[in-house]
Structures are given as structure tokens and as C-alpha cells.
């Protein structure tokens, strides 16, 4: 297993990130935290635990500076900058194919709140190099005219009393063309808080980037294979 903190470079700054790669990954998960979180996010910890468990490899790494996020705390701006935040999770990718630990393995997008319209706009950018998405809670709506562009087969998780996020994503939906799915959890709010609902999010989120990353690998390794 490999189990290390990084840095990664994006436009002019230098980003810390946390990657785990079990040994036989069948993929490795990006996440993109949400308004005013970081990659220590507790929800998006126990989120990658359980992807974790299913055989993919993390990487869990901050959108913005310290020095970005202390300003970020009075002003709120960069945390709504969807556009800087996707071209940051867009070279986390491109850095993260050019590590030989991963170089070969699928990548997937776990987006929350304003991190899931991040994740969204990237995805749209990057093509096949992303093979799937999910977003917990988030602002699909953000991503705008990028909706219709994603390729990448996406989940959109939402908690059944987080109304007016719920609205937000069922419009979203309608302007995806991908392969896509409406997952509401019942009797969840916006964060997940209640007993049993961020188990909910977990396995619904590792499920889908099982079904979507490995058989994109082992599709792959058998192309390779000849005969």
C-alpha cells in the first residue's frame, strides 16, 4: 500500500494532499471538499474510508492555500470560484496520471457541496480521463452550461430535507447526457448528520466507483493482453 502526503502543482501555488493506493487498486477516487472545508473534512474521511475498504485508492488534497483559506473565511469568494476550483482539481489530475503509482489506474471524482460543481466543470474539461462521479450534497447547478459536456457516468447523492440543494440537482439531472442517477436519502438534511444517513452516502458512493472504475481497468489490461 501506498500511504503518503503530497503536494501538488497547480497554477502558481502548491497544494498538500493525503494519497493512499491500496496494492490491486481498481481505481483511484479525487476529492473535491466543499464550502469552507478542507481534506480534513470528517464526512469526506469516512467517505474515502469505505471506498478504501472496497479496494480504491484516495486522494484527498486542500483546493486552496492556508493563506487562501484564512482570507477565504471573511470574504467566501474563493470557495464560490467553481471555475479556479475545477482548473485546481483538473491539475491535481493531470498530476496524479503522471505518478507512476497511478499512471495506470481510473480516476473518479467525490465532489461535495460547492466541490461537486468543481468536480462537475472538470470532468467536462477532462474527458476520459475521468471515469466517474459522485457528488454528496452539492452544486451540480454551478457547472452550468459544463453539464451537458460530462461524460463520466455521475451520481448525484442528496439528503430527502435538503429541499432547496434537492431542486438544484433534479434540474441539473435533466441537463446531464451521460449515464446518471438521483440518489435521495430519506430523512437526511444537507450535511448527513443524522444516525446512519453518511453510511448511506458511503456505500452508495463506493458502489458507484466500483461498478465504473474497475471494469474500465480490467477492460484495459485485457486490450493489452492480444491473442
Partial sequence: MIDRTVEIPADDVRLEGELIIPTDAGGVVVFAHGSGSSRHSPRNRHVAERIMDRGLGTLLFDLLTAEEESV??????????????????ASATRWLKQE?????????????????????VAAAELGDMVSA????????????????????????????????????????LARLRTTKQLQVVSGASHLFEEPGALDRVADLAASWFVEYLRPAVRSASTRGQGG
Fill in 72 to 89: 477565504d473565511i471573511y470574504t467566501r469568494h474563493l470557495r464560490f470560484d467553481i471555475s479556479m476550483l475545477a482548473t485546481r482539481l
Fill in 133 to 172: 462521479v459522485v457528488s454528496r450534497g452539492g452544486r451540480p447547478d454551478l457547472a452550468a452550461d459544463a453539464l451537458p459536456k460530462v461524460t463520466a457516468p455521475t451520481l448525484l447523492i442528496v439528503g430527502e430535507r435538503d429541499e432547496d440543494v434537492l431542486e438544484l440537482n433534479k434540474q441539473a
Fill in 100 to 120: 507512476k503509482i497511478a499512471e495506470e489506474l481510473e480516476v473518479g471524482y467525490f465532489g461535495a457541496s460547492t466541490g461537486g460543481g468543481a468536480a462537475l
